[in-house]
């Protein structure tokens, strides 16, 4: 049997500050209790490090950038809080998380950090069902567990690749200049933390560590593995989704099981992911759908004036209304110009802020942009999850901030969206719904 009580102590015993730099917003989908700095700067660092927190994140959105500039804000990033920890003389752990079918910077974003150093790599997102089994990384569908090779992640137009084991995707992604050695399941069963210990301290320069992760002991185990190495002298960067980074920073997912707004609460769903499941969770919103408002593909700049108008009269008819790219079927894919169209949606939104009580963002580039961009906020706390992976955040501002909802592009079953909007409610009757509310309407 494994031991998990001491594990989990080995763990929490370790009294590094952790900074876990996100490449974009969802990270937090499995922690709460927890601020995220939304605007990376030296004093952020240093107000973090003089307090007592033991974990921060901090939005890079550097899956939003090209290759060049991705690297050079991780690593200006990692730089900031090296130089803050050396200040205040608490040496602290950077977690760079990201997302869990494979797409980012990853290469880049680690050479940028720490070149010629090893790099623990563990995609798994168990809450999400993303999991690694014989160094293949697998997302669980109703269908079953398909390799995450054969999704339409793998085929996204910035960050597509073909290799299913992870081994092979290492050398695709870094065009051969790194290698990966796996921790193989049945070794990280037999020996513990012992195992990734081992691997990390014998790990050449360019190797990238990859254990199998199928369960939440798996990743106590990665994690004590992680911390055992480091007490030995090891010198590693640590590429990680949302299950390693709580586990490391000592945080837990809290479920929510219900937003409550005041009066008239007002909601506005804003979808800027391109991904196939997103099309499916809108249309899945029924009558919101069918009342949506759509950024044209053709969309032009100053469009937005016209369109906050259209959505602020559905959030007075309704109570809530839905804003997306246009989902047209020639219109599927990420059009020509993506950045005006995310510009639109920002603009958009912000001419609404002060009129909305809580915004719900499909995607991660959307939410980070939103958040920071149209809703103007520095920072934020992370309440918890409203469902598996989508965690609910309080936003940060000098002036008043809607509640925000983060929905990761590559999360959910179809009616995720739906159920978000049955969990929110203005009515003192917990049992009614924002949806049943606005039926009559």
């Known amino acids: 049997m494994p031991d998990l009580a001491t594990w989990r102590a080995e763990v929490a015993a370790d009294q590094r500050p952790k900074v876990i730099v996100d490449d974009d917003p969802t990270g937090t989908q499995a922690v709460s209790d927890v601020d995220v700095i939304l605007r990376p700067h030296r004093a952020a660092f240093d107000d973090f490090f003089a307090s007592a927190q033991p974990a921060t994140f901090v939005l890079s959105n550097s899956r939003a950038l090209a290759a060049r500039p991705a690297a050079e804000l991780v690593g200006g990033i990692a730089r900031m809080v090296n130089a803050a920890a050396r200040d ?29 150093t090893p790099v623990l790599f563990v995609p798994a997102f168990l809450d999400g069902g993303r999991f690694t089994r014989d160094g293949i990384h ?54 513990g933390p012992e195992a990734v210990a081992e691997a990390l301290l014998s790990a050449r320069p360019d190797a990238f ?10 990743i106590l185990a990665i994690a004590a593995g992680l911390i055992r190495a480091q007490n030995r002298g090891a010198r590693v960067v640590v590429r990680c989704a949302a299950s390693l980074a709580a586990a490391l920073a000592g945080l837990s997912t809290r479920p929510l099981e219900r937003i409550q707004l005041p ?4 909601v506005l769903v804003t979808c800027g992911s391109f991904t196939a499941a997103s099309t499916r969770q809108l249309r899945a919103l029924g009558g919101l759908w069918d009342r949506r408002v759509e ?15 259209v959505v602020r009269e559905r959030l007075e008819q309704d109570g809530h ?43 991660g580039i959307t939410s980070a942009r939103l958040a920071t961009d ?68």
């Open 88 to 116: 205040t003389g608490r040496p602290a752990t950077l977690i760079l998380r990201g997302d869990s079918t494979l797409r980012g910077h990853v290469v880049a974003e680690v050479e940028a950090v720490a070149p010629h």
């Open 138 to 191: 697998y997302l669980r569908t109703a269908a079953g567990n398909v390799p995450v090779a054969d999704t339409e992640f793998a085929r996204d137009p910035v960050f597509a690749y073909r290799s299913a084991n992870l081994c092979d995707w290492v050398r695709e992604v870094s065009g051969g200049r790194r290698h990966a050695v796996t921790v193989p399941l049945a070794r990280l069963r037999g020996h």
């Open 209 to 218: 560590v990859i254990p199998d992760c199928v369960s939440e002991a798996d």
């Open 263 to 266: 009066p008239p609460g007002r």
């Open 295 to 309: 950024i044209p593909a053709s969309a032009q700049r100053g469009d937005d004036a016209l369109l906050a108008s």
């Open 321 to 363: 209304a839905l804003l997306a790219s246009d989902r047209t079927p020639s219109h599927a894919e990420i059009p020509a110009a993506p950045e005006l169209l995310m510009d639109t949606l920002v603009e958009t939104v912000r001419r609404l802020a002060a009129e909305v009580d809580l915004v719900v963002a499909k995607g």
């Open 374 to 441: 149209a809703l103007g906020a520095n920072g934020a706390w992370v309440r918890g999850q409203i469902l598996p992976g989508v965690p609910v955040w309080n936003l940060r501002t000098l002036q008043g901030a809607p509640s925000y909802v983060v929905v990761p592009g590559n999360v959910g079953t179809d009616s995720t969206l739906r159920d978000i909007l049955d969990r929110i409610s203005t009515d003192p009757d917990p049992q009614r719904s924002l949806l049943d509310q606005g039926a009559g309407r």
